[in-house]
């Protein structure tokens, strides 16, 4: 399988496009509904403040193996206004465009790791992890 | 890409089977406020029991038109939340508080009839 694989969001319908994309990845790899869900929702939110706020940009997909634990990487690309003050974007409530998107906070807590690195002016990328549980 | 709104005496059903996009629930949230206008329906069942995801966005549009029919004067209820999408919604802080709901779509209309005294 292709590791990495993207989606570019300059429409309104590549939101959709990339949750359902995020979603089959996710079922494929072995998630169970609850955390396809989450997957895709958290897509869905990346990929929404792509197109508010950067205009376009890209979420790319990767299954990650790691010490033998399978999961699911999710970036987030773009070249737009980039971020200002990242711990202020990170709280609870904080927004910018009236409420639209629950924000980065939500996102945080729908997957297991989350790396925001931005450069005002230069762009932002936003990567998470989603783990595959094992039951033991 | 449209919503269906069917007419059931004086209640409005819709059912959502649909992966919708921000525009579509955007021209949906018009065309349901249109067709509670054009029918003076008193009650509104909106049944999301095949859609798998609810961002933000749709969830605010759905709270949203909960909001705008009660100042039109109908009843909403929402009926067939699926176990994800309400882990999901609660995950993403959104808590849809004083929406109401029920498991499935019967419940729902139960919970229209008495509400309304009908």
């Known amino acids: ?136 | 890409m449209r919503i269906p709104i069917l007419k059931l005496h004086d209640y409005l059903l819709i059912s959502i089977q649909t992966e919708i996009d921000d525009n579509t629930a955007i021209q949906f949230q018009e065309d349901l406020l249109d067709k509670i206008h054009q029918t003076g329906a008193s009650g509104v069942v909106i049944d999301l029991t095949s859609v798998e995801i609810i961002d933000s966005f749709i969830a605010k549009v759905l709270g949203d038109v909960v909001t705008m029919s009660d100042l039109m004067g109908a009843k909403l209820v929402l009926t067939g939340i699926q176990p994800a999408v309400a882990v999901t919604l609660i995950d993403l802080g959104v808590h849809l508080k004083d929406v109401p709901t029920a498991l499935d779509l019967e419940r729902g209309l139960i919970k229209l009839y008495q509400e309304l005294g009908e």
Do not use: H
């Open chain 1, 1 to 136: 399988m292709d590791p990495t694989f993207c989606v570019t969001i300059e429409q309104e319908w590549d939101i959709v496009k990339a949750r359902q994309l995020g979603r089959d990845r996710a079922r494929d790899i072995g998630f169970g509904t609850v955390d396809q869900a989450r997957i895709a929702t958290a897509i869905s939110e990346l990929a929404r403040n792509i197109y508010l706020y950067a205009g376009s940009g890209k979420i790319c997909f990767e299954v990650v193996e790691e010490m033998g634990q399978n999961g699911l990487g999710v970036r987030s690309l773009d070249t737009g206004p980039g971020i200002k003050n990242i711990s202020q974007v990170m709280e609870d409530g904080y927004s910018t465009s009236g409420g639209l998107g629950a924000g980065l906070p939500g996102v945080k807590r729908l997957v297991d790791q989350f790396d925001i690195q931005s450069e005002e002016g230069q762009g932002t990328e936003i990567r998470v992890m989603k783990w595959l549980r094992k039951l033991r």
